[in-house]
């Protein structure tokens, strides 16, 4: 049985799991630091450094879990962009020193094929074409998803990503970070009518987005008001975002033809987000399970496993700090196909 060890660092969770083919993931564990918070966001170095202190130990135990020998695994992936450089660059070196030293090839992954992907692990029959809706900390993409590995970006944001938008509201408000979550916890007690918010872009055409005029807005706004508005701030910012996205999602399912969406990333755990598309959209909207919205290693080893074939034995430690989606070689998916009915079977 093909088993491919996953490795993510890109950013502030480690995250390390197994994916089996035919068991699925049968291992994984998730490390979110959390010495970022006093510092109301995440400090490159130390997150290396704790990636550092982490990562061995993480890996040990998720083989341990698996009952997974290193000696039987087939291939290591690992997340090489796009993120922060020296972040990247702990997971990198780990997977492909440990790959040589078992002598299997290690499998550079690009981070939002691995959110892009993350539905389709829990999710079967879920069949491309598709349009992704990638919203984390550090993107906000609208993606054609034609098949496997075949993507044509739509749009994008021109300044701040969703989640960034989030977190940097959150710190406004003093709730902490990461801020998505604190954000939405607190709108539920608030009145997202009560103050007028822009919906950022939907008069223009096109599917781009632009965050930071709204978080400009915000800004102001706070500064007028004390923190008993805060709740009221938090629901009218959250429903801003919100609208803007299912509305770019509804254009962009329009103009392509579509009627399949894909939601993932970070703020794809946004349950008002997923309220609103399932309620104004008319296509079929798939979302990864709350624990793969986050960082993890699963979806890196689920993306790996996809990308086996071109995996490297050379041994070279690169990382893509930026590293465009839409450039990647399309997946060779007929053998892989047939290997997972194979084992379903
Ligand atoms: O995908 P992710 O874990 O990391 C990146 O690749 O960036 O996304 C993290 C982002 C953070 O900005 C966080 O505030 C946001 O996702 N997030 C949320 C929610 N949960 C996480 N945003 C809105 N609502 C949530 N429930
Ligand atoms: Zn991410």
């Known amino acids: ?15 390390v799991a197994v994916f089996q083919a035919g068991a699925g ?3 994984e564990r998730v490390y ?4 970022h918070a006093q510092y109301g966001g995440v400090v490159p170095e130390l997150a290396s450094r704790d990636h550092l202190r982490k990562l061995p130990g993480m890996i ?7 009952q997974i020998a290193p000696t039987s695994l087939d291939g290591i992936a690992y997340t090489q962009g796009p993120g922060l450089a020296g972040a990247l660059l702990v997971g990198a070196s780990t997977a492909v020193s440990m790959a040589q030293a078992l002598n299997i090839p290690s ?14 692990l829990e999710n079967p029959d879920l069949a491309m074409p598709f349009i992704a809706l990638l919203v984390s900390g550090g993107h906000t993409m609208l993606v054609e998803v034609s098949d496997w590995g075949v993507y044509r970006l739509l749009g994008e944001t021109l300044d701040d990503a969703a989640g960034e938008a989030f977190d940097k509201t959150a710190r406004l408000l003093a709730l902490g970070f990461p801020g998505g979550p604190l954000v939405s916890a607190l709108a539920e007690a608030g009145d997202p009518k009560r103050f007028h918010f822009p919906r950022p872009m939907l008069n223009r055409p096109g599917l781009d987005f632009s965050f930071s005029g709204l978080k400009t807005h915000t800004r102001t706004l706070i500064a007028q008001c004390d923190s008993d508005d805060y ?9 801003a975002v919100v ?5 770019k999602c509804a254009r962009a399912l329009k103009a392509t033809g579509h009627n399949r969406l894909v939601v993932a990333g970070g703020v794809s755990a946004n349950r008002l987000l997923r309220a609103t598309l399932d309620k104004r959209l008319s296509s079929q909207v798939y979302y990864p399970s709350l624990d793969l919205c986050t960082d993890n290693g699963a979806m ?7 990308r086996r074939h071109m995996g490297t034995l050379d041994g070279t430690i690169t990382v893509h700090p930026r590293w465009a989606l839409d450039g990647l070689p399309p997946i060779d998916h007929r053998g892989a196909q047939a290997e997972l009915s194979k084992h379903h079977s």
Not at 32 to 35: I, K, N, R
């Open 243 to 247: 609208d803007t996205l299912v509305q």
């Open 60 to 66: 040990d135990e998720v083989l341990k879990a698996a």
């Open 231 to 239: 709740a009221d701030i938090a629901a009218g910012f959250e429903a």
């Open 107 to 120: 499998i550079g992954v690009h981070h939002m094929e691995g959110h892009l992907l993350s539905p389709l």
């Open 300 to 306: 890196i080893a689920w993306a790996g496993w996809h």
């Open 32 to 35: 979110t630091q959390l010495d």
């Open 1 to 15: 049985m093909q088993s491919i060890l996953g490795i993510e660092t890109s950013c502030d969770e480690t995250g």
């Open 25 to 27: 993931i049968v291992a």
